[in-house]
C-alpha cells in the first residue's frame, strides 16, 4: 500500500470523472444510454495505470540510488521501502509490470468495443510509464509527458472509450471542446510533478536526473509554476466564453486563493524546504479540488 501511494490516486480518479462528465453529457443530448460498468473499467484502468508508473519511478531512483540521498516528504523522496529492505526490487519490478499489463489490457478491450485510438492512446501512456524515470526525466521532458498522458490524455481517452464507436471517423471521435476543456487538468498533472521536485533537486541532479528545476534552478521554476497556475485558471474562465461549458465551471476557480498563496510561497520561499513543503500540500489541494470542480462544473 505504502509503495503504490495510495493518496495519489485521487488524482486518477477526478481525472476519469472529468471525462465520464463530459461523456455523461454528450450521452444525454444524444438520448443514449450511459454504461456504468464501461465507466468502473476505465476507472481500473487508469488507477492501474497510476500504480505501474508509482512503482516503475520507486525502482528505478532505488537502481540509481537517487532515493538514498533524499529528503522524504509526504509529497516527495519516494517511500524508502526498498533503501530499508521491506521490499526487494524484484518484488516491486514484478508488480509494476503486472499492473502496467493488466492497464493495457483494458486498453485494448475499449480498442476493440469502441475506437480504435483508444489502443493509440494506451500504447503512448504505456510507453510514458516505462520510459518516464530512465529517459523522459533525464532530457527535461518528465513534466511534460507526465501532464500530457497522466493529464490531459486520461480525460480525452475516457470521453472516447464511453462515446465512441468502431465505425465512427476520427475527426467524428474527438470535439474540440473536449481537448479544451482537457488542458487545465493536464496543466495541473505539470504542475504536480514540477513543485514537488523542488526539495529532490540535489538529489536529483546528483542521479542523473535532468528536469525543469535542476536545469533552470528553483527561483526560475518557480515563477514557470506561478504561470502554470495563471494559465490553467485563464483556460477555466475561457471555457464559456468559447461555448466549451457553462458557467458552473466557474466552479473550479474556488482553488484560486490557495493557488495564489502556494504561487507566492514558491516565489518567495523556494529555497525553504518547510516553506516549500507547506506550498507543495497546498498544490495538492489545489490541483485535486481544481479537477473535482471542473467534472462538478461539466455534470451541472
Known amino acids: 500500500m505504502v509503495q503504490i501511494r495510495l493518496n495519489f490516486l485521487l488524482l486518477a480518479v477526478f481525472l476519469v470523472g472529468i471525462g465520464l462528465a463530459i461523456a455523461y453529457r454528450h450521452r444525454v443530448s444524444i438520448e443514449a444510454g450511459f454504461d456504468f460498468f464501461h465507466a468502473a473499467l476505465i476507472l481500473a484502468g487508469t488507477v492501474l495505470s497510476h500504480i505501474s508508473v508509482n512503482l516503475f519511478n520507486e525502482y528505478a531512483d532505488y537502481v540509481t540510488r537517487i532515493d538514498f540521498d533524499t529528503f522524504r516528504t509526504p509529497f516527495s523522496g519516494g517511500t524508502k521501502m526498498m533503501v530499508s529492505g521491506n521490499t526487494s526490487p524484484r518484488a516491486v519490478m514484478i508488480a509494476a509490470v503486472t499492473t502496467l499489463a493488466s492497464a493495457l489490457g483494458i486498453g485494448c478491450y475499449f480498442a ?3 475506437h480504435w485510438s483508444i489502443l493509440a492512446v494506451s500504447l503512448t501512456g504505456a510507453l510514458t ?9 533525464r ?5 511534460f509527458s507526465a ?5 490531459s490524455f486520461v480525460v480525452i481517452g475516457t470521453y472516447i472509450a464511453m462515446t465512441a464507436s468502431p465505425g465512427m471517423d476520427l475527426d467524428q471521435i474527438l470535439p474540440p471542446g473536449v481537448v479544451l476543456i482537457s488542458i487545465p487538468p493536464g496543466i495541473l498533472t505539470f504542475l504536480l510533478l514540477l513543485i514537488n ?15 525543469l528545476v535542476t536545469h533552470f534552478g528553483k527561483q526560475k521554476a518557480a515563477y514557470i509554476y506561478v504561470s502554470g ?6 483556460t477555466i474562465v475561457a471555457l464559456p466564453f468559447l461555448n466549451v461549458a457553462s458557467k458552473w465551471i466557474f466552479l473550479a476557480l474556488i482553488p484560486l486563493p490557495m493557488a495564489f498563496d502556494s504561487g507566492f510561497t514558491a516565489i518567495r520561499y523556494h529555497g525553504d ?5 507547506h506550498a507543495m500540500e497546498k498544490n495538492v489541494l489545489i490541483v485535486l479540488g481544481t479537477d473535482l470542480l471542473i467534472a462538478v462544473g461539466v455534470l451541472i
Open 112 to 114: 476493440v468495443v469502441s
Open 139 to 143: 532530457i527535461m521532458l518528465g513534466e
Open 129 to 137: 510509464i516505462v520510459l518516464y524515470t530512465p529517459f523522459f526525466q
Open 229 to 234: 497556475l495563471g494559465l490553467t485558471f485563464a
Open 147 to 151: 501532464g500530457l498522458t497522466l493529464g
Open 197 to 211: 521536485e523542488f526539495p529532490d533537486t540535489e538529489a536529483d541532479r546528483k542521479g542523473g536526473r535532468k528536469h
Open 273 to 277: 524546504r518547510n516553506k516549500i513543503v
